[in-house]
């Protein structure tokens, strides 16, 4: 269900911390699936059980899991609120600053940047339908 | 949260005044699974047995269940497995002798578990402990630690011989144990990996003292390879704090940091006017780079 690497350099806990926040909020883990027991992953993957009891917590906290009592936890609804557009935009902005650089570094434009922007924004909006109608 | 099972503070143990470890603080909550690193002769052993009160500090405390290690009554010592790194069977007995043997000193010795165990990890219980491979006689031995449930258990270099299978069943049984979040596991290895799969907290020993020690996700943050690339000629100081080693060339430098904090990713980036990359590192990698 997951893919861990333990000697990718990257915290375990980061690799599954995101995995699951991103096929939750991409529907690939539609609300309501149960999660396998913290035993169960830690056995499957052979990592430490603590590791997958923090990162079920820090997802419950967000509101990403659901906890219920005596059963497995379970992929919450998302919420209703987006959060602010300003929120939104705050979270973009280091990719940003990252492309301007590498652009400046390149000797590219402004303009040359906005349309390689473009053609990408493009491209991604032809991806099949179920994708786009989830971005909405 | 409840009180630690293994407290060290300040302790040492010198032989004729020759320090072999010194300064140890330490502490073991339930449910830790503790990682021991450290070269050849850096002290692991020496620091597993002081935990472990078979041999006395000459400096400092260590306490297991809240007594002094070396005084640990008997029912503090049935709470703890212990597999050493030379292994302590009888040579002349069988495999289910010698668990025998051992299971007698248990009130609370689990059979069916040592069974299932044997089974899963095809030790022949008939067999002349005599004849058996160094790889089986690791298996017996960790065998025998288990069988009674410890609360604490303690491993010195539990896996060495043990084949890449074996190994993963063994990590395994780590999980089972720890899974409850009431027992702890501490053990020492020089294979990397698996202390990467398995430690929630590292403890890196280095020249007969504690080098580094804490969360294991803490270490992977902190210690970090730092990619700075510039199309100008960088300056000649480079303001990166707690540089362990830097490498540059022009307009490019490389920096192992200790203590890096996410947000000097985007001062530095500002400062230099470059572009800074972060680079994750593998435990291996620190441990190499903790030791140039």
Redesign the interface.
């Known amino acids: 269900m997951f893919i861990l690497k ?9 690799q599954l911390l995101e995995q699951i926040r991103r096929m939750a909020a991409s529907g690939q883990l539609p609300p309501g699936t149960e999660l396998p027991s ?2 169960a992953l ?2 499957e ?7 997958v ?1 923090k990162v079920y917590s820090l997802l419950e906290t967000e509101g990403v899991l659901e906890r219920n009592r005596g059963k497995p936890m379970t992929v919450a609804k998302p919420a209703r609120t987006q959060s602010p557009l300003a929120k939104r935009v705050k979270q973009i902005e ?1 990719h940003v ?2 492309l301007v ?2 652009s ?2 390149l000797e590219l434009s402004e303009s040359d940047v906005v349309k390689a922007l473009h053609n990408a924004w493009e491209e991604t909006d032809e991806r099949p339908v179920h994708r786009r109608e989830r971005a909405r | 949260m409840s009180a630690p099972y293994i407290v060290a503070n300040a302790l040492g143990k010198s032989f004729n005044g020759t320090p072999v470890l010194a300064d140890v603080s330490i502490a073991v909550e339930p ?3 503790v990682g021991v690193l450290g070269k050849n002769g850096a002290g692991k052993t020496t620091l597993l047995e002081l935990l472990l009160g078979f041999t006395p500090a000459t400096a400092g405390s260590a306490h297991l269940f809240g007594y002094e290690s070396y005084r640990l009554p008997g029912a503090a010592k049935a709470r703890v497995g212990f597999v050493p790194q030379q292994d302590e069977l009888i040579n002349q007995l069988s495999a289910a002798d010698q668990i025998g043997v051992i299971a007698s000193f248990y009130p609370s010795w689990d059979d069916a578990l040592v069974l299932r165990l044997s089974r899963e990890w095809e030790v022949d219980l008939r067999q002349r402990i005599k004849g058996m491979s160094v790889g089986q006689r690791q298996k017996l031995s960790i065998l025998l630690a288990l069988g009674h449930r410890p609360d604490v258990l303690i491993l010195d270099e539990p896996v060495a011989s043990l084949d890449p299978v074996a190994r ?1 069943q063994f ?2 049984q780590i ?2 144990v ?2 409850d ?1 009431r027992r702890s596991v501490v053990f020492s290895s020089h294979i990397v ?1 698996d202390v ?5 907290r590292i403890w890196i020993l280095k020249e007969q003292r504690m080098y580094w020690q804490g969360d ?2 803490a270490l ?2 902190s210690i970090v390879r730092v990619h700075v ?1 510039a ?1 100008h000629a960088l300056p000649a100081s480079l303001a990166i704090p707690n540089v362990l080693r830097l490498q540059r060339n022009g307009t490019t430098a490389t920096a192992v940091v200790r203590d890096w904090s996410a947000d000097l990713q ?1 001062r530095l ?1 500002r400062q230099l006017g ?2 800074v990359e972060v ?7 620190i441990f190499l780079e903790l030791h140039r």
């Not at chain 2, 990467?196 to 929630?200: C, I, K, M, T, V």
């Not at chain 2, 680079?279 to 990698?285: M, Q």
């Open positions: 333990p000697h990718s350099g990257v915290p375990i806990y980061r913290i035993r830690a056995l993957h052979a990592i430490n059980p603590m590791t009891s280091p600053e990252h650089l590498a400046h570094q | 449910g830790d699974i993963r990590l395994e999980i089972e720890a899974a979040g990996s990467e799969r398995l430690a929630n294991f996700d992977k943050e690339r199309t985007d980036a470059a572009e680079e994750p590192l593998t435990l291996e990698d």
